[in-house]
C-alpha cells in the first residue's frame, strides 16, 4: 500500500508540474539567424517569392494564394505541409507585415498552433543576415502546456530552413 501511495504522488506531483507549465508559460519564443553572402535585395526578394519556397521548406507540398494584395502586406496563403509521420498538414499563412529589404511578419494558423515569425534582414560587408524571432502558442490549453518542452524542436526546425534557404541561395 505505501509503494501505491507514493507512486500514486509522484504521477500527481509530474502532472500538477506540466499542467502548472501553461499558467507559466503562455507562449513559446525562440530565435535563429543565418548570413547569406548575397545582396540584401536579392536574398528578400527570393525569400519572399511563394513561387520558391518549396526549395528550401522541404515538407511544403503546396501554397495557393487564397486573398493577395498588391501591397503585400494582409495577404494570405493556405499551406499544406507533410510532417515526419507522413501526415498532411493544413494552415493559414497571413502577411502581417512587409517592409522591402527590412522586414516581413508571417502569422500561420494551424488545428494545433498559431505561430509568429518576424523576420528582420540587414546588410554589411557583402552579407545579409536574416534574423527571426518567432512565438508558438497552442489552441488549447493542454497544448500550452506541452509547447515549451519542444521548443529546442521548434527552433532546431527554424533553423533548418534558413540553413537551406541559404544553401538555395549561394548555389543561384
Same mark, same amino acid.
Given at each position: 500500500?505505501?509503494?501505491?501511495?507514493?507512486?500514486? %504522488? +509522484?504521477?500527481?506531483? +509530474?502532472?500538477? +508540474?506540466?499542467?502548472? !507549465? %501553461?499558467?507559466?508559460?503562455?507562449?513559446?519564443?525562440y530565435t535563429t539567424e543565418v548570413k547569406v553572402?548575397?545582396?540584401?535585395?536579392?536574398?528578400?526578394?527570393?525569400?519572399? *517569392?511563394?513561387?520558391?519556397?518549396?526549395?528550401?521548406? =522541404?515538407?511544403? $507540398?503546396?501554397?495557393?494564394?487564397?486573398?493577395?494584395?498588391?501591397?503585400? !502586406?494582409?495577404?494570405?496563403?493556405?499551406?499544406?505541409?507533410?510532417?515526419?509521420?507522413?501526415?498532411?498538414?493544413?494552415?493559414?499563412?497571413?502577411?502581417?507585415?512587409?517592409?522591402?529589404?527590412? $522586414?516581413?511578419?508571417?502569422?500561420?494558423?494551424? *488545428?494545433?498552433?498559431?505561430?509568429? *515569425?518576424?523576420?528582420?534582414?540587414?546588410?554589411?560587408? %557583402?552579407? =545579409?543576415?536574416?534574423?527571426?524571432?518567432?512565438?508558438?502558442? %497552442?489552441?488549447?490549453?493542454?497544448?500550452?502546456?506541452?509547447?515549451?518542452?519542444?521548443?529546442?524542436?521548434? $527552433? $532546431?526546425? *527554424?533553423?533548418?530552413?534558413?540553413?537551406?534557404?541559404?544553401?538555395?541561395?549561394?548555389?543561384?
Amino acid at each position: 500500500m505505501k509503494r501505491i501511495k507514493i507512486i500514486l %504522488g +509522484i504521477i500527481i506531483t +509530474i502532472a500538477i +508540474i506540466f499542467l502548472s !507549465t %501553461g499558467l507559466i508559460f503562455k507562449e513559446t519564443a525562440y530565435t535563429t539567424e543565418v548570413k547569406v553572402n548575397k545582396p540584401i535585395d536579392e536574398v528578400f526578394n527570393l525569400f519572399n *517569392d511563394s513561387s520558391q519556397i518549396s526549395n528550401w521548406i =522541404t515538407d511544403l $507540398k503546396s501554397i495557393d494564394p487564397i486573398d493577395v494584395k498588391p501591397e503585400k !502586406t494582409g495577404s494570405t496563403y493556405k499551406m499544406v505541409v507533410e510532417n515526419k509521420n507522413g501526415e498532411e498538414i493544413t494552415l493559414q499563412e497571413k502577411i502581417m507585415a512587409y517592409v522591402p529589404n527590412e $522586414k516581413v511578419t508571417l502569422f500561420f494558423m494551424a *488545428d494545433t498552433m498559431l505561430k509568429t *515569425d518576424d523576420y528582420t534582414f540587414t546588410f554589411e560587408n %557583402g552579407v =545579409t543576415t536574416i534574423n527571426n524571432s518567432s512565438i508558438c502558442r %497552442g489552441n488549447s490549453y493542454l497544448l500550452s502546456c506541452l509547447f515549451p518542452y519542444f521548443k529546442a524542436v521548434f $527552433k $532546431k526546425q *527554424d533553423q533548418e530552413y534558413l540553413n537551406n534557404f541559404k544553401s538555395f541561395i549561394e548555389k543561384n
